[in-house]
């Protein structure tokens, strides 16, 4: 017979037994934990965000005075902040 294993959870650096908790605290734990995988997935949207947008800024800027040698994507995001 397989030996179910005992799920725990740390919470500054003290080790609980999920089994051992009111089921409130457990809520909570999960509440938490969903709020940290959103806030993961926010934070991938604000890099995929702003890579749209400096390669947008690129393009206007491109589009607007030509392929400038030795500009650089940087220069191009900057250059647009008031688009």
């Known amino acids: 017979m397989a030996?179910?294993?005992t799920k725990?959870?740390?919470i500054d650096g003290q080790t609980y037994?999920?089994?051992d908790l009111s089921?409130?605290?457990r809520a909570k734990i999960l509440n938490i934990r969903f709020v940290d995988g959103e806030l993961g997935r926010a934070r991938n949207n604000v890099v995929v965000l702003q890579a749209a947008?400096?390669?947008f800024a690129r393009q206007l800027q491109e589009e607007?005075?030509?392929s400038a040698a030795g500009d650089s994507d940087d220069t191009a995001a900057s250059s647009?902040?008031?688009v």
């Open 53 to 55: 947008r400096a390669e």
């Open 23 to 25: 089921e409130s605290v």
């Open 17 to 19: 037994q999920l089994s």
């Open 80 to 82: 647009c902040r008031g």
């Open 8 to 10: 725990s959870v740390t």
């Open 64 to 66: 607007l005075h030509g």
């Open 3 to 5: 030996e179910e294993e």
